[in-house]
């Protein structure tokens, strides 16, 4: 997920041409060492994987869901609920942008009632997309608690939201961007900062 | 694109992107998530120049469950009664200020018109106008199709679809040639030569005179009604004899492919176009269109109303 400020899209400084500096903020081995260290910390805090339900939100988020459930599953033995969940129709930015796709929620067999669901995102910034899962969460049922996992923490919240779970806090200017890379939709696991136009 | 006027103003793409979006929206709403908050505060004018049934209230029951708010709008009861003129109408409505109107009106090119018009400024959606199309449905058909039988792929392509009855005063045929056309479907009409429009052989289907010979090679059997208000002469020489050529019956439902659907846009003349036997029948899907419609018109409207720009534009 390209994560930047909106405007940056169309502001045409931003076009190809231009030199874009870029540098590695998180090379494989240590984007699988941080879902590790994620995965032994969402144990420890819920006491084991019974009662935790993992809800990825599309696209990237869905994939790190399964890649912490995978490496949680190796950990305890026994299979772990996961699962995705679409916040687009929750949205509050849709007015301000062209109609987006919507993607699959797969919520998993024992729902959301009474269990600790751990949401999924790749990078946490201004908050806005945790807000609106919360929103989507709150129409599905009550959980017994909800947690955030994400692999990056930008800053720049413009809501008084935090995670629970961090792979990586990485100080940015409004101006970069941050790219998640998973194998399984780009061919090579990585994070990158671009140094992006404001 | 900012209204929904006809299905020949929609690429294949943007045709498709509504089925993908429908398709999502269903799984939303056969789930836990009934209501939706993505157009609340949004005002949605249904204006029926003409009576509707299902296709007013499947507008209204996708409107709600977005939860925007909804007002209706009938010609009777109202100050079109009086003589008001469609531009005084949608100028009120503007004053109100509706952010979309569904338009159903007896003229056809009504809804072209106003959203032409600088009357109003919100979108218009065409919810059947006079001869011309009534796009909504043909999604719904063309997505129910794809449900019941496309298993991969997001198209129609390799579908044979007939469509039988009253080609002449129908708008649903008018879309649906369009779209099924459009989305790969191979499309045979079959009708008497009285109820083909003129200018049909200019269509890009296929024309049948004899329903025995087409219904064992199709997938899908379209019925339509016999529109019966809009018939000022005779197109057929009585009831009985249509329905022995172009009825669907018990009969004719077994020579049909064991795959094979039969639809009906409703309301139908039981007894007329289609035997109450086969509109019960396991192989009609007359009422999972209903259903679909309700999902179909929340797409166009999530489409249309929810974002900022324009439709078939990803970021």
Redesign the interface.
């Known amino acids: 997920m390209i994560n930047s400020r909106p405007t940056s899209?169309n502001d045409p400084s931003c076009e190809a041409g231009k030199e874009i500096d870029m540098s590695l903020a998180l090379p494989a081995p240590d984007m699988d060492r941080a879902i590790t260290r994620i995965s032994h910390e969402i144990l420890e805090r819920n006491s084991g994987s019974e009662s935790i339900t993992l809800l990825g939100i599309p696209t990237r988020g869905a994939h790190l869901a399964a890649r912490l459930a995978a490496k949680i599953e190796a950990i305890e033995g026994r299979a772990v609920q996961c699962g995705t969940l679409?916040i687009t129709?929750?949205r509050d930015d849709?007015?301000?942008?062209?109609?987006?796709?919507?993607?699959?929620?797969t919520?998993p067999s024992m729902?959301v009632e009474n269990r600790n669901i751990i949401l999924v995102d790749d990078v946490l910034f201004s908050g806005r997309t945790i807000r609106a899962a919360l929103?989507?969460l709150g129409?599905?049922?009550r959980p017994a608690s909800v947690q955030l996992a994400v692999l990056i923490d930008r800053g720049h919240r413009q809501l008084p939201i935090r995670a629970d779970y961090v792979g990586k806090n990485l100080p940015t200017s409004l101006a970069q961007i941050i790219k998640v890379q998973f194998t399984e939709l780009d061919g090579l696991d990585a994070v990158t900062l671009e140094e992006g136009a404001l | 694109m900012r209204h929904l006027l006809s299905i020949a103003d929609l690429s294949s793409t943007q045709a498709i992107?509504i089925l993908?979006?429908a398709e999502?929206?269903s799984?939303?709403s056969d789930?836990?998530?009934k209501?939706?908050?993505?157009l609340r505060g949004r005002t949605i004018v249904n204006l029926f120049a003409e009576d509707s049934t299902r296709t007013r209230i499947s507008f209204e029951a996708a409107a709600k469950r977005?939860s925007a708010d909804v007002i209706n709008f009938s010609a009777k009861g109202s100050s079109v009664s009086k003589g008001e003129s469609l531009k005084d109408t949608a100028q009120t409505l503007q004053a109100m200020g509706a952010d979309a109107v569904i338009i159903r009106h007896s003229a056809s090119g009504a809804a072209q018109r106003l959203a032409d018009s600088q009357w109003m400024t919100g979108s218009v959606i065409n919810a059947g106008d006079g001869t011309h199309e009534h796009p909504s449905q043909a999604l719904l058909d063309a997505f129910t199709i794809r449900k019941n039988l496309v298993h991969g792929g997001n198209d129609l392509t390799g579908i044979h679809v007939a469509i039988v009855g009253d080609i002449i005063h129908s708008r649903v045929a008018r879309s649906n040639v369009l779209l099924l056309t459009k989305l790969g479907a191979h499309v045979t009409l079959v009708a008497p030569p009285t109820l083909l429009p003129t200018g049909v052989e200019s269509w890009p289907v296929a024309i049948s005179y004899d329903f025995d010979s087409v219904i064992g090679k199709v997938d899908v059997v379209m019925m339509l009604r016999i529109q019966l208000e809009r018939m000022s002469e005779l197109f057929f020489p009585n009831a009985r004899e249509y329905s022995h050529y172009f009825g669907l019956n018990r009969d004719r439902l077994k020579m049909m492919k064991p795959t094979a659907i039969v639809m009906h846009p409703g309301p139908m003349n039981r007894g007329l176009e289609i035997t109450a036997d086969s509109a019960d029948s396991a192989r009609s899907v007359i009422l999972q269109q209903v259903t679909n419609g309700v999902t179909v018109r929340m797409a166009i409207l999530?489409?249309l109303l929810?974002?900022?720009?324009?439709?078939g534009?990803?970021?």
């Open positions: 899209f679409d129709l929750h849709l007015r301000m942008r062209p109609p987006r796709a919507l993607m699959p929620t919520i729902g929103d989507a129409e599905i049922g | 992107q993908d979006t999502e929206l799984r939303v789930g836990p998530m209501k939706l908050p993505t977005l999530y489409l929810a974002g900022s720009q324009e439709l534009v990803q970021s």
